[in-house]
Nanobody, 119 residues
């Protein structure tokens, strides 16, 4: 069973930065994807970024390209989301998620961490 625990959320002013962390534990496949998603109040959950754990290849939503960076530390079993130049519209609960390579569905989720960007 895979467990995910996020941390690093908080309150920041527009233009500021935050770094989210997600520790991955349990039995994982040898290759998988870790993703970051977010859900703002009254909105559907949306994809932010993901990373292939083996190759390190990344994908980003257009709304965060050039501002957010996803990375992983294999030794620490941790995936990060560095968020720079934050905007009020980035305010949301951020979730990390796990899926195996052969599946398009993320089936393991963390509990979420709140990010609030004030204007």
């Amino acid at each position: 069973q895979v467990q995910l625990v996020e941390s690093g959320g908080g309150l920041v002013q527009a233009g500021g930065s935050l770094k989210l962390s997600c520790v991955v534990s349990g039995r994982t496949f040898s290759n998988y994807y870790m993703g970051w998603f977010r859900q703002a109040p009254g909105k559907e959950r949306e994809f932010v970024a993901d990373i292939n754990w083996s190759s390190g290849s990344t994908t980003y939503a257009d709304s965060v390209k050039g501002r957010f960076t996803i990375s992983r530390d294999n030794a620490k079993n941790t995936v990060y989301l560095q968020m720079n130049s934050l905007k009020p519209e980035d305010t949301a609960v951020y979730y990390c998620a796990y899926r195996i390579v052969i599946s398009s569905t993320y089936n393991k989720w963390g509990q979420g961490t709140q990010v609030t960007v004030s204007s």
